[in-house]
């Protein structure tokens, strides 16, 4: 167990709704990733928060939006939901302990668009 | 082209073999590189960092080449629990801990 957990492990919604994904982080950690894997592929960045400012985005449009609370804990919101927004998200917090540490990963929330 | 790249299998393999398998990385200026496996709707974990001269974990073995710009990972006496996706990651990003995945190798360890 990575102390690291996400809610809900599953969630089904319908295309144009809007999900909110949440995270807590591992104790610690002050910094928290968000990616997105769509099945057969590896984790795409989404954006990084660290001491609650946005710390670095992926190539991801502006409806992917996300919060870092002062525990550390995050969210991530999407808005107009679409189809190919259907994927495994996976959270990850890292230690304040600077750059290239390990990133340790939630067990990822389950998102399906119809 | 791709951030990282690697070969997505799957390698079968017989149970007691070896396998190796590596990635490829377009980014000269990344920092620090990693092995990951991931189980079948599971999130991926730490298998190994790897170093640039190379370093060994048990049964797994990582080698960096820099100049070439590729990581590999061999398994030897492979167990039938090594059948997962591993996932060449690479930190290249300076200001924090952004992570660039490959879309994984994946390998069945068979009888």
């Known amino acids: 167990e990575t102390g690291v957990t996400q809610s809900p492990t599953h969630l089904i919604k319908t295309r144009g709704q809007q999900v909110t994904l949440r995270c807590s982080s591992q104790?610690?950690?002050?910094?928290v990733s968000w990616y997105q894997q769509a099945l057969g592929q590896g984790p795409q960045f989404i954006f990084q928060?660290?001491?609650?400012?946005?710390?670095g985005r992926g190539n991801f449009p502006p409806r992917f939006s996300g919060l870092q609370f002062p525990n550390y804990s995050s969210e991530l919101n999407v808005n107009a939901l679409e189809l190919d927004d259907s994927a495994l998200y996976l959270c990850?917090?890292?230690?304040?302990?600077?750059?290239?540490?390990?990133?340790?990963f939630g067990q990822g929330t389950r998102l399906t668009v119809v | 082209r791709k951030e990282v790249e690697q070969d997505p299998g799957p390698f079968n393999v017989p149970e007691g073999a070896t396998v190796a398998f590596n990635c490829t990385y377009s980014?000269?200026?990344?920092?620090?590189f990693f092995w990951y496996r991931q189980d079948c709707r599971k999130e991926p974990k730490l298998l190994m960092s790897?170093?640039?001269s190379g370093n060994e974990d048990g049964r797994f073995t990582a080698q960096l080449n820099r100049a070439s710009q590729y990581i590999s990972l061999l398994i030897r006496d492979s167990k039938l629990s090594d059948s997962a996706t591993y996932l060449c990651?690479?930190?290249?990003?300076?200001?924090?801990?952004?992570?660039?995945f490959g879309g994984g190798t994946r390998v069945l360890v068979k009888p």
């Open positions: 928060y660290y001491r609650e400012e946005e710390n």
């Open positions: 980014n000269s200026a990344s920092q620090s």
């Open positions: 990850a917090s890292s230690p304040p302990t600077g750059k290239n540490t390990e990133a340790f």
């Open positions: 790897v170093y640039s």
């Open positions: 104790s610690g950690h002050n910094t």
């Open positions: 990651v690479v930190n290249g990003w300076a200001a924090g801990n952004k992570l660039t």
